[in-house]
């Protein structure tokens, strides 16, 4: 994995656009993620921020502007390739191999990142390291027990923890989480919760959420994002008192 | 005439009289698969029963044409609701390789019944007296039945673009093609749309296989040896459209019969190479949505 | 599948140490006993059914045939309705080799896995762009082309009337194809399991993993850095070879090749043979095949519609109840 570069952003967006017909998901988005971050992105329903992370992942091609990973242009790289500079995301709604158990998602992803996926020959299971290291990082995020059930069969909150893990499994220097507790029952979102404040400093970190208290707990800087367009980007306690982001999110109109 | 302007007539007429069959059969196709997302290998199948129910109607309770034409098509949209409701409904939204093989598996059942109900011969079609022979249009005579076949076809695909566009029920379809979840939640009530669509697509199947009785033969394993043609201008054409089948079919129709005609040492060849070109260029098909 | 192991060493929820799990994981490829059956069996049938040689060829070309399917589609989820294209293919290359001078077996079967491969290569650059209904078609379309050159091209072909004239010249000079067919059906035993032998460690290895990955979930492959249209590409591309071998048996056994070999009722049969067994576990296509072929041997002469009605009905039932095939349902009974 690419290092990021030392002094600049790891994450960079310049005049992002994106439309689909009538539709415009993405409005000249300016956006940067300094290392280290721990940063939100929210806005009300239908701003943007999931065709924000698809964007920025190469799951779209945007019609204009630049991504930038680690001070490097990455606007025409593919999927893959921008995982291998370090860039990785999980799904609002797990995106699991369901069959396959915790321990062979993990795995699959750390085969990935080592390259030895394309090994026709030698059985995965002679690649101990790997299964081990897997096994250890599912461990870390308690998620360890049940490792070799399929993960279909798993509770949800397990689930978003195992999703989790796929993505630290790439070792990345950037990591987007998609909603990570959406859909979770409140008893198990603790876990979660913690999980991502134990995650290494080093590791510049973009939470798409929708819940505020989690927000809030997480983020030390936020960008609001709505119908396509930067609205505001601060810290916590501005964005708190920010009028506009109180009327467009929280409905709370300015007469009162 | 010129021989060369009399045999590209030819060949555009009787392209076009093998389109609007192949049209009205794959229509429904086209629809049901881009709005359940269903592989239905068995609409052959469907097609095949109109054929069967015209040809019985008329030679064995000498049911006058029309009238069997009608009772073909809606015998057909009404076997296909008991298809759909006892099994195709439980496999939406499902893998690909179940849905491949459970029409596959009705399909060799089909092939079954209809060989121990009509035997394995082909049931030729007798057209009435008033569609035999020839209609003279003035710069020359055309068979009358392709005449009449190009004009329903022609009728038919007008009426579903206006029911498409004009009516609350297609704009339903429409609706749910571009947006399940959309429409779902809208008020749309998914159910009972598939189950209509899915009626209305077998019933035009049923039609367009009863119409085409003369073109696509009917016998026992029709389903099977016509299912590439159907798949072909489905493919072609797009799913979840209507007008998508329609050009798709007036293109492989229209290419099948120049084909015929001028190297039929090739046979279908051409036209297999031609679809492949084409979906190469439009993986999704010409009308299909991205 | 991944849980293969589990049920057999006994680990569940809250058992002991760490290592257990990770273990059992890593011993997933370990050849178990219940591996020897399917070639103890064939060696039974050589000694106790030598009449049934020459079907048992088939048997064991066929399941050649499916297990190279198995590979595109139970492991890597391609769902694709024109593996007769490379069967035939096979069949073809290693047919025409034999009528027209060339009639060494090993080198004719060389031969077809190579030009099946090409083929396999050159369209799943096309195919594999695409995925659901679109790459059923393009399969479809690219058998259906190939069914119809070889019916145009008859005098290389034969065309309908099949490939006459093909003279197989004896394995290594020694062993003749001859109509008690023992030659034969060692000749496809041995080739059955060096493919077999490929195909496991395919399977097992880290490349193997990684199509149960692009069968589960595509979008979730590339998110972790898989370039999985290569993945695809080099499977189908492998089966393709393996399925011109299986086709090529057929052809080197029965001295024959008809048109049939390029068929939709080919590519259609072998898929439920395959479904019959179980799908994606390496040993349904043992199961399925025989099962299939012997009782349509035994059935469909007595009265071939009531054949099509049985399997047809057997698809369905086994579609609505029984979706991993015979494997399966042992896997469900076992928990």
């Known amino acids: 994995m690419s290092p990021a570069n030392g002094a600049g952003p790891a994450l960079e967006t310049r005049g ?6 009538a539709l415009t998901v993405a409005q000249d988005i300016d956006f940067v993620l300094q290392p280290g971050a721990r940063h939100a992105l929210i806005g009300p329903n239908g701003a943007g921020k999931t065709s924000f992370v698809e964007l920025v992942t190469g799951g779209l091609q945007p019609d204009a502007g630049e991504v930038l990973i680690g001070g490097s242009a990455a606007t025409h790289l593919s999927q893959d390739a921008r995982v291998k500079r370090g860039l990785a995301r999980t799904f609002q709604i797990s995106a699991l191999f369901r069959r396959l158990s915790a321990l062979e998602n993990v795995t699959l992803a750390l085969s990935e990142r080592d390259g030895i996926a394309g090994d026709l020959w030698r059985p995965s299971g002679r690649h101990r390291r790997v299964i081990d290291e897997a096994y250890a990082l599912l461990d870390r995020l308690g998620a360890a027990d049940d490792a070799l059930r399929p993960v279909s069969t798993l509770a949800y909150g397990r ?8 993505a630290l499994g790439l070792s990345p220097t950037v990591l987007l989480l998609d909603e990570p507790a ?38 030390r800087r936020i960008t609001v994002l709505v119908q396509g367009r930067v609205l505001v980007e601060g810290p916590p306690a501005e964005i708190a008192a920010d009028p506009r982001v109180r009327q467009v999110y929280l409905g709370e109109r300015e007469r009162r | 005439m010129t021989d060369t302007v009399a045999a590209a007539v030819s060949i555009l007429f009787h392209g076009t009289a093998f389109a609007m069959v192949l049209y009205l059969i794959s229509v429904g196709l086209s629809v049901t698969m881009g709005l359940m997302g269903f592989v239905n290998l068995a609409h052959g199948a469907f097609a095949m029963l109109g054929g069967y129910v015209l040809t019985s109607l008329m030679s064995r309770l000498g049911m006058p044409f029309v009238p069997a034409l009608a009772a073909a098509a809606v015998a057909t949209a009404l076997a ?22 459970l029409t596959m598996g009705l399909v060799f059942i089909a092939i079954a019944a209809t060989t121990y109900v009509w035997g394995p011969l082909q049931q030729p079609l007798r057209p009435p007296r008033w569609l035999s022979g020839q209609i003279d249009f003035g710069f020359r005579e055309f068979p009358a039945y392709r005449s009449f076949l190009i004009l329903c076809g022609a009728v038919l695909v007008t009426m579903l673009w206006l029911g498409l566009e004009r009516t609350r029920f297609g704009m339903q379809i429409r609706a749910s093609v571009d947006n399940l979840r959309m429409a779902q939640s809208v008020g749309i009530n998914t159910s009972r749309l598939f189950t209509l669509t899915f009626a209305l697509g077998s019933g035009l199947a049923g039609l367009g296989g009863a119409l085409g009785a003369e073109l696509l033969s009917i016998n026992p394993s029709y389903a099977l040896d016509n299912l590439v ?51 190469l260029w439009r993986p999704r098909g010409l009308f299909g949505r991205a | 599948m991944a849980t293969e192991g589990l049920v057999r060493t006994g680990v569940g929820a ?84 034999a009528a027209n001078g060339w009639g060494e077996p090993i080198t004719g079967l060389l031969a077809a896995a190579a030009a099946a491969a090409l083929l396999g290569f050159l369209s799943g650059l096309i195919v594999l762009r695409t995925t659901g209904l679109t790459l059923l078609m393009q399969t479809l379309v690219v058998a259906t082309l190939l069914h119809e050159a070889a019916n145009k091209a008859s005098f290389i072909t034969g ?5 006459q004239g093909m003279d197989v010249w004896p394995i290594f000079g020694v062993f003749p194809f001859d109509m008690f067919g023992q ?120 009265q071939p519609v009531y054949w099509y009605f049985w399997i047809g009905l057997l698809m369905v039932a086994v579609v609505v109840f029984a979706r991993g095939g015979i494997l399966g349902l042992v896997a469900r009974l076992r928990r």
């Open chain 2, 80 to 101: 296909s609701i008991v298809v759909e409701r006892l099994l195709y409904r439980r496999f939406y939204g499902g893998e690909e390789l179940d849905q491949v093989l």
């Open chain 1, 182 to 219: 959406a859909g979770v029952p409140s008893g198990e979102s603790g876990v979660i919760i913690e999980v991502i404040e134990r995650l290494p400093a080093d590791l510049s970190l973009l939470i798409i959420e929708h819940d505020m208290d989690l927000v809030f707990r997480l983020a």
């Open chain 1, 16 to 21: 992002l656009r994106k439309s689909f017909g």
């Open chain 3, 159 to 163: 065309g309908d009337d099949g490939l």
């Open chain 3, 14 to 97: 809250g058992s002991g140490a760490p290592a257990d799990p990770v273990e059992s994981f890593a011993r997933r490829h370990r050849y178990r006993a219940a591996e020897a059956l399917p070639w103890a069996a064939a060696i039974l049938v050589f000694v106790l059914f030598p009449d049934y040689l020459p079907l048992g060829a088939q048997v064991l070309a066929n399941i050649l045939f499916a297990l190279a399917t198995d590979l595109v589609l139970g492991y890597a989820g391609i769902v694709t309705l024109g593996q007769a294209a490379f069967f035939g293919t096979g069949a073809y290359t290693a047919g025409i080799l």
């Open chain 1, 159 to 166: 689930q978003r923890l195992v999703e989790i893990a796929v």
């Open chain 2, 229 to 279: 043609y159907f798949l072909i201008v489905v493919a072609v054409g797009g799913l979840g459209s209507i007008r998508g089948p329609f050009a798709a079919a007036l293109l492989i129709g229209i290419a099948n019969t120049f084909f015929q005609y001028l190297l039929p040492q090739l046979g279908a060849f051409f036209i297999y190479a031609l679809v492949m070109a084409i979906l």
């Open chain 3, 183 to 302: 030659a034969a059906y060692l000749y496809c035993l041995a080739v059955l399991f060096l493919c077999w032998l490929a195909a496991r460690h395919i399977v097992h290895s880290p490349f193997g993993r990684s199509l149960t990955g692009i069968r589960e979930n595509e979008r979730r492959m590339r998110a972790i850095g898989a370039p999985v249209m290569r993945r695809r590409l080099i499977v189908y591309t492998i089966a393709a070879g393996i399925a011109g071998i299986a086709g090529a048996l057929i052809a080197q056994t029965t001295q024959f090749v008809g048109l049939g070999v390029l068929s939709l009722d080919r590519s259609g049969t072998i898929l439920i043979m395959l479904i019959i067994g179980g799908v994606g576990r390496l040993y349904g296509a043992f199961l399925g095949v025989p099962l299939y072929m012997i009782a349509q041997d035994r059935f469909s002469q007595i």
